[in-house]
């Protein structure tokens, strides 16, 4: 398989997670199973009662894309490929331009923070000082958008591990997010080798929440959590034990969780990816019927395994109407931008 269908299959995969989980965020399983008769497995237009979402098209996309977008572009705007504190703050400011999408979509610490890069605040200070609120910096919203690091560095998990620790330092500058961002950046550069396989992934996976953490101690707000890469290992090995899709949501949203704690989306997200064997669309159906928070969940665990499997493993139609549902992203243009890029 060529690296740019694996570039592309990430990103389209991010989205098609994302928009596949907008339709049930906040729900419990059971709720989305009665709603939906069984498992999601295609784009539904939000409910009125979303609270979050309401209002979004069926496959239209929210801001764990919105923002992965706006790090891709931050990457592409450096001359040297380079992501620092200061480009992720602009990234997050451009993001943020949209009123509405900031005022529904942005998470407690990615809030605080933006309303700090408005004030002028240097990003390595804001997220210096937001790590010490407690329970801020410890959400998914670093994960979330993290994929770019693995982007931009196929193959490479230590490049790949070090740039995901400093688009965390101006939002999320504790060691549990970094430890949760950089096991999802190291999955991802390793999906996007030839020889990629789940097993691979998984491993890069835990060696990314393992350096990520280490890291973090040096240059992050240690907190205390549960260790991100036991709770990968938990969850993988649970996932692996169920025998249908339906399986896989209860075992994972009821021993692992599936909400905004980078603890629980990032394993949870991980556990499924390994659960289906790397396959996108069931990646994006299970973490969109698990319930909590959904969009991210899939959109993490969708966007790895998208990179491994690559674009032909989403079908024609789900593409179509992603594309249709988000006329301004270009996920072609993008993914050839990336792989120009990275040639060089």
């Not at 989980?21 to 539904?44: C, N, P, R, V």
């Not at 240059?219 to 993988?236: D, E, Q, T, Y």
Request: aromatic share 6%; proline share 5%; charged share 20%.
């Amino acid at each position: 398989m060529e690296l740019f269908e694996k570039i592309l299959g990430c990103i389209v995969g991010c989205a098609v997670g994302d928009a596949f989980g907008t339709a049930s965020e906040q729900m419990t399983m059971e709720q989305i199973m009665k709603k939906f008769g069984g498992l999601i497995d295609h784009f539904y237009p939000p409910d009125v009662d979303r609270p979050f979402s309401c209002g979004r098209r069926a496959g239209q996309i929210t801001d764990d894309t919105g923002q992965t977008v706006g790090i891709i572009n931050a990457y592409l705007e450096d001359e040297n490929g380079d992501i620092i504190a200061e480009a992720v703050a602009r990234a997050l400011l451009k993001w943020a331009d949209n009123e509405d999408d900031f005022k529904r979509f942005a998470g407690p610490t990615t809030r605080k923070a933006i309303e700090e890069f408005r004030k002028g605040t240097d990003p390595i200070e804001v997220g210096r000082n937001l790590a010490q609120e407690v329970g801020i910096g410890t959400s998914n919203g670093c994960a979330m958008k993290i994929a770019p690091a693995g982007l931009f560095n196929p193959g490479n998990l230590d490049a790949a591990i070090r740039d995901a620790c400093m688009i965390c330092q101006p939002t999320h500058a504790t060691t549990l997010a970094m430890s949760g961002a950089c096991s999802v950046a190291a999955a991802i550069s390793n999906a996007l080798t030839p020889t990629a396989n789940p097993i691979s992934v998984y491993k890069s996976a835990l060696y990314g929440a393992e350096q990520g953490l280490i890291i973090g101690k040096r240059i992050a707000k240690v907190v205390p959590g549960s260790s991100i890469a036991s709770r990968i290992k938990l969850s993988a090995m649970l996932a692996l034990k169920c025998d249908t899709l339906e399986e896989i949501c209860m075992m994972i949203s009821q021993n692992i969780g599936c909400g905004m704690p980078v603890v629980e989306a990032v394993p949870a997200a991980i556990g499924v990816f390994v659960g289906v064997n790397g396959d996108p669309i069931k990646s994006a159906s299970v973490c969109a019927t698990m319930g909590n928070d959904t969009d991210t969940v899939a959109a993490i665990s969708c966007s790895i395994s998208g990179a491994l499997s690559g674009i032909d493993s989403i079908p024609d139609n789900i593409y179509i109407e992603l594309r249709k549902a988000n006329p301004d992203i270009n996920f072609e243009y993008l993914a050839n931008q990336i792989f120009e890029r990275i040639k060089k």
